[in-house]
């Protein structure tokens, strides 16, 4: 299923709500939740950076896997090419910028970026068992 909306922030409920439309009725609510800041992190980051009006969201949940394709034909930018921040360090020490991509790569399964035919295209995908 395909969903294309304006890249606005105003535009992140609709974003979930298709997602969690294709999610089994009993999801676990950590991985939900998780699910969600991933989602967030990459929407809202398009909203923000891309220069781009619309985003295109790919969705599928098969086999148990959700999987999650954010197109834009903003800027071409690699959000996975940026080094992990050092959580070892107090929030004062770090950079600015890059713990909401670093969790999306811890919380999803797989995480891939590919810019295609003047796309940027990010493909997250979440194991979800059925209770």
Same mark, same amino acid.
């Given at each position: ?6 890249? =606005?922030?105003? +535009?992140?409920? /609709?974003? +979930? ?10 999801? $676990?609510?950590?991985?939900? +939740? ?10 809202? +980051?398009? !909203?923000? %950076? ?7 969201? =790919?969705?599928?949940?098969? =086999? ?7 197109? $834009?034909?903003?800027?071409?930018? =690699?959000?996975? !090419?940026?080094? $992990?921040?050092?959580? /070892? ?12 991509? %670093?969790? /999306?790569?811890?919380?999803? $399964? ?16 979440? /194991?979800?068992? *059925? *209770?």
């Amino acid at each position: 299923m395909e969903l294309r909306v304006k890249a =606005n922030d105003e +535009n992140l409920q /609709t974003v +979930n709500d298709f997602i969690h439309s294709l999610l089994p009725s009993v999801c $676990d609510e950590m991985i939900l +939740n998780q699910i969600d800041l991933a989602v967030e992190e990459i929407f809202v +980051n398009i !909203a923000h %950076y891309s220069g781009s009006a619309e985003a295109s969201i =790919n969705c599928s949940f098969e =086999n148990d896997k959700l999987e999650v394709t954010f197109s $834009d034909s903003g800027v071409p930018f =690699n959000p996975l !090419a940026k080094p $992990d921040p050092d959580i /070892t360090l107090n929030a004062e020490e770090r950079e600015i910028g890059g713990l909401g991509i %670093y969790l /999306t790569k811890k919380f999803m $399964d797989t995480v891939s970026y590919e810019y295609k035919d003047g796309m940027n295209c990010l493909r997250i995908i979440k /194991t979800i068992h *059925q *209770q």
